[in-house]
């Protein structure tokens, strides 16, 4: 998308997201290599990461919000990319995890600001996602034997 000879007057606005999401990738990626060097000083080096964030970011609880609802968002989705037409149970109960938090944040977020109808919507969402949270866990169970399928309703 940078090359010059396809691009010669250079990235265009089309390009930003794309460009911001490999920049993000390349972020995470230090971050993950900095971070997991020694596992006695991970917390550590998670909480110095953190702490650059939140200066980054700075006081506005509800900017937080969004910023960490648009990463669970993009985690979501990239926990969801199995190249399989369905999910694996681990697979499926981590996408839900994910989109839990997505919607506590969304109810939280919509109940500060007096939205009762948006509210009641992110804890439905919420309420859903962790039906499958319980259920990937349980065919976890099952493929390892720990559990009995349950019968067909």
Known sequence: MTDPILRPEGP????????????????????????????????????????GWSSQVGPDPGLAANVLTNRLQRTA?????????QLPPGRDAAFAAVTTAVYALSAQLAVEHGAVEATRRAL????????????????????????????EE
């Open 124 to 151: 439905g969402g919420a309420e859903e996602a962790l039906i499958d949270i319980l259920q990937g866990i349980h065919d976890l169970r099952v493929a390892i034997g720990d559990a009995q399928e349950r019968p």
């Open 77 to 85: 989705i990239q926990v969801s990319e199995s190249g399989e037409d």
């Open 12 to 51: 265009q606005e089309e390009d930003r997201l794309h460009l911001l999401g490999s920049l993000l990738a390349t972020t995470e990626l230090e971050i993950t290599a900095a971070t997991r060097l020694a596992e006695e000083d991970e917390i550590e080096d998670v909480l110095d990461t953190m702490l």
